[in-house]
């Protein structure tokens, strides 16, 4: 259980980086990673799910492209399609957009599977 937002926050980081993305088969392009996360996501009480959606949206537009694709993945299958879009705006008109957006297809693609059919 996390007792302070502090608390919160690093257990949120570590559902990023645990496991490491392609460190296993299952875990190839950070599907343990989003599936973990959106489940932490609904766990939450809503100050928590307020923090925590802040974070997310904040790393959707990270250098850090583990981070970005991840959160974009995350926020797709929280529904949260406005701050998508909002990710790929900002990815287009970065220098290497077209790479990063790419990996954001990955990530949508993965909320996808997890969603199920639309």
């Given amino acids: ?17 645990e496991p490491g993305i392609g460190a296993s088969y299952h875990n190839t392009y950070g599907e343990v990673n989003i599936q973990a996360l959106v489940d932490k996501y609904r766990s939450l009480p809503p100050e928590g799910m307020e923090r925590m959606l802040e974070m997310v949206i904040g790393f959707s537009t990270s250098p850090d492209l583990s981070s970005s694709f991840v959160s974009v ?46």
């Fill in 73 to 118: 993945g995350v926020l797709h299958a929280l529904g949260r399609i406005r701050e998508v879009d909002m990710a790929y705006r900002w990815a287009e008109n970065r220098e290497d957009g077209q790479r990063i957006t790419s990996h954001f297809d990955i990530g949508v693609s993965i909320a996808k599977h997890f969603s199920g059919p639309a």
């Fill in 1 to 17: 259980m996390t007792d302070s937002p502090d608390a919160l926050e690093s257990e949120i980081l570590h559902l990023y980086q």
